[in-house]
Every structure is written in C-alpha cells, then in structure tokens.
C-alpha cells in the first residue's frame, strides 16, 4: 500500500490526481477505467478541501492499492467533521435541475462509478474506501 499525505485544499488536486494516476498506469489500468477513478478521486478530495474542516486548514492521506482480486483499493482519511456521505439519500435523478435540491449529485456519480465504497470514522478519522476493478 503506498500513501501521500497532503494539505487538504483545492489547489493540491493535481498532485493528488497524478499520485493515483502514477499507480494505475503502473497496473496497466484501462483508461476508461482511470478516467471514472479520475472523476472520483477528485470529486471526494475536492469535499474534503472544502468541507471537512470547515474552513481551517487541515491534512488529508490517501492510501492506494491493489488487491489480490485486481481492485484500485482507494482510501481518503482527514480528521475532519465526521461526515458520511454514503448515509445520504441519494437525489432524485427523476426531477429537472430546477426541481432537485442541490448537493449531493457528485457522491451519487461515485457511487454509481465505482464497485464498491466504504466509510468509517475510527480515532477520530473520517475513512472513506473506493474500490473499482481493473478490468
């Protein structure tokens, strides 16, 4: 497993972005594939530069890995305000953007991008895992 540990802001996206895409270029990751990790890499990190320490500076460390079963294991740790995002009701896809309520809609997008996600709060960390098969 190999991790980077980084400022939680914006502007360090980039660096975030081609730590995961080192790695998976490295496991000869579809690019179709990269590209929906891409997405929810920066989705997940850009909420917790933005929200999980309510406008104080903080750190954020990824871990990133391959399982035995050829899954990009991807995990977002902070020490944040606990925040589970998989416990949100999903939106209403049904409704026209006027009609739905905003939020929300970038965490479905993972959702429905990757195989599997996970969260935890544990020591004091928010823990959130995405998994996606390199097919």
Not at 61 to 85: H, M, Q, R, W
Not at 91 to 116: F, H, N, Q, W
């Amino acid at each position: 497993m190999e991790k980077i540990e980084i400022a939680a802001k914006c502007e360090n996206l980039p660096i975030v972005s081609q730590f995961i895409e080192e790695r998976l270029e490295a496991a000869e990751c579809p690019m179709k594939t990269q590209m929906q990790i891409d997405v929810a890499v920066e989705e997940i990190f850009i909420n917790i530069a933005s929200y999980a320490y309510e406008g104080k500076e903080g750190m954020a460390e990824i871990f990133f890995d391959i399982s035995k079963d050829n899954e990009a294991v991807i995990t977002f740790k902070d020490s944040g305000i606990p925040y589970d995002p998989l416990a949100k009701e999903d939106p209403d896809i049904t409704l026209s953007v006027a009609e739905r309520p905003i939020g929300g809609l970038g965490i479905y997008m993972v959702k429905m991008s990757m195989d599997g996600m996970k969260y935890e709060y544990k020591d004091g960390h928010n823990c959130l895992t995405l998994i996606k098969k390199l097919l």
